[in-house]
């Protein structure tokens, strides 16, 4: 069947939206838009009729089309696409749910959504063909030009109703400047993996931008009012505003585009696209320029001046987010889920009634969007008893990133009963580190769910950043899956026989010793493994890199090791796929992060006993696995500075704008932001990563400096010279050097990179004996 002419048909009426949109507002504050009006005349194709899939002159049932789903497939499997039969069949009962069946090469898949329809193929995958699409990497290249039969038919049943994904700082840390295609194979993934639920951030400026104004802002003050893409994640959160901007109209409009197709892809697989809602952020002023307004200053945040709060219970609010839902309806469509967390962080409510203040920001909602969910973050103290004693909680979805952190939680006497989802943040700031607290996921997600009080009604997949971990990925997606309770080790077990494609002993014995190590971290304080010490800002005494990371090892290091060295004896017929040059690459890459762990006490012994010798001797093996470090990130796509460069510059227009985008992309990654929040809110290396390019051009050189001025001190015996430091990263920030991206970036072969490493770190393990 042909989609690629209607996919065009939309593609234009959403171009024709933002450009209808994008006109001059003249009316007065709280009036409809124009590009609300205008939008009246484009229908959405939200309803199309059921198109049968896969089966020639069959009668069309009543369901959903499944050509989005299919599309998908084509996608993901472009040379077994065709073997997969996919057929609508809507839950009665409510619970997505999904059966595949069939003989050898033609394989069938029913499902309640486009998206379940995906889920289904994902289980074939996984179950009967052996074979793994993880984020990142995958094993397809292994399967059989003919897919197996499954051998009974299988039907599984969502155990939740909410399946949700992506923190409000995905976009910041996986990427703000990505392309279409990019966000497509996320939602790809995602769907696969069983997930229902999608927060859509890209974009999210244009009804800010286009509603204030409406009440008395210009373009030019809004425009350098909303920050930089990289940095818009934390200004929807009201932590913050302007850094990283001025943004163009063109930029504005541009995301406003992308956002939209992003709301309509997830729309065409039956999938929910969670949109920013409106809860009273409002730039300075607003009360002189709005009378009868009344804001909140909400004071600091990690150093930056946080956006004022309008008091939702005044009318003022009532009319502005009317023409903020008005504005984000003509481009972004209508949804059922709105994401909005007030006070996030240390916001400040002041006089106002916090109880009043949710129900009118509910209130507005459901005027614009009756019966949507406000989706909050359960995140320190909030929700607050207050927000949630002013709402219809039955409209509402907790999505707790603190599940898996700590000890002795009660989710039902927390929060009065309210609707949560188990949600997992096991990565903060986008760190390149292995590990997650899974056994905890296992134990929490069937022990809550089995309370007889139990409010859980969802997972909540809520990384600062993703496509890292691919197995804690595929294990957290399978919670909601699972009919029975998973066994942690068979489930490894398994993931190690599907992720190269075929069982492989010492595959297996490579992810035991990762699961019994990285992945079995316990709760009590952290969600998160250690970052590593060679991407922390010099000093004989670090013991991260990351201000709010963990201070020392989360697990036995040497396993790690023994999983490299495992990695390297796999079958040579199963290191071709992506899946196992990544998995080689991070492993070694984790390896040599946790020797630096090792290596920084000795170089501070040499140093405090003025042992020159020593010191240089230490100090040139930190060095040289900086090197391999380097060396072995950049020979896999995951790990290069140069994508996430590249991308950002793409988004300009002039020298000028790809330079200001380089430096918001670059910023996060180092400084963050300026002096006072970099070093007073100790927001600096807090997006710190091991990537080929931010190794051997910030962090090599920081610590090469630092060793210089300590050398030199034992050679002077002298105090050692001070080094401004953040005046070195913001230097690095500034500057536009190219690195290797695209197809072309991996340098050096993988295998032998990582076995290089291996023999380094046995070498220097024999030196230590």
Known sequence: MTISSPRRRRRTQLRRRVALAALPVLLCAGSPAPAAVADAALVRDRAPAAVPDGVPGAPKPRGFDT???????????????????????????????????????AITVRGSSGATLLTGVGWYLQHVAGVDIGWPGDSIGMLPARLPAVPAPVTRSSLVPHRYALNDTDDGYSGAYRTFEQHQRQIDLLALHGINEVFVQAGAEYPYYRALQGFGYSAAELRAWIPGPGHQSWWLLQNLSGFGGPVSERLVQERAELGGRIAEQLRGLGMTPVLPGYFGTVPPGFAARNPGAKTVAQGDWAGFDRPDWLDPSTAVFGKLAAAYYAEQRAVFGDSSMYRMSPLHEGGTAGTVDVKNAARAVQSALH???????WAVLGWQDSPKPELLAGVDTSKLLILDGLSDRYNRLDRETRWGGAPYAMGTIYNFGGHTTIGANTSVWIDRFGSWRAKSNSALKGTAYLPEATGTNPAAFDLFTDLAWEPGPIDQHTWFADFAARRYGRPDEEAAAAWEELRTGPYSTSSGLWSESQDSLFSARPSLTAVGAAYWSPKSMRYPADGVRRALDHLLKVDPKLRGSSAYRFDLVDTARQALANRSRVLLPKIKAAYEAKDLAGFRELTGQWQDGERQLDAVTGSDPNFLLGNWLSAAR???????????????????????????????????DYANREWSGLIRELYAPRWAAYFEALEESLVKRAAPREIDWHAFEEDWARRTTRHPSGEDGPQGDPYALASDVAAALKSSEGAAR
Request: charge should be negative; proline fraction near 6%; glycine fraction near 12%.
């Open 650 to 684: 793409s988004w300009g227009s002039d020298a000028a704008e790809q330079d200001g985008y380089e430096y918001d992309a670059r910023s996060i990654l180092s400084v963050w932001g300026r002096r006072s929040t970099s070093e007073g809110g100790f927001l600096h």
């Open 67 to 105: 050509g989005p789903a299919r599309a998908a497939l084509e996608r993901l499997l472009p040379r077994h696409a065709a073997q997969f039969t996919l057929v609508p069949e809507p839950a009665a009962a409510g619970a997505d749910r999904f059966t595949v069946s069939g003989s050898a090469g």
């Open 367 to 373: 005027a614009a969007h009756p019966g949507a969910m």
